[in-house]
């Protein structure tokens, strides 16, 4: 069964790639993804796993922000 720690890390992941490939649009799949998680982890009341969410679709943004700099 796939769990919340190997999503996380599996996005984790891909960001750098995407990074390293310049994919900017697909950093932008993976932030919304990782939104709609943190919005499903919030709902069910799972205020950790929403926070890491979180911070896995804001580092997606950072780096998207930062390839257009």
Not at 16 to 39: F, P, S, T
């Amino acid at each position: 069964m796939l769990t919340i720690d190997q999503i996380i890390i599996y996005m984790e992941h891909e960001i750098a790639h995407k990074r390293l490939e310049g994919r900017r649009e697909e950093l932008r799949h993976i932030q919304y993804a990782a939104g709609v998680l943190m919005h499903a982890a919030d709902n069910a009341g799972d205020k950790e796993n929403a926070r890491r969410f979180r911070l896995v679709a804001a580092q997606a943004a950072n780096v998207r922000e930062e390839m257009e700099g």
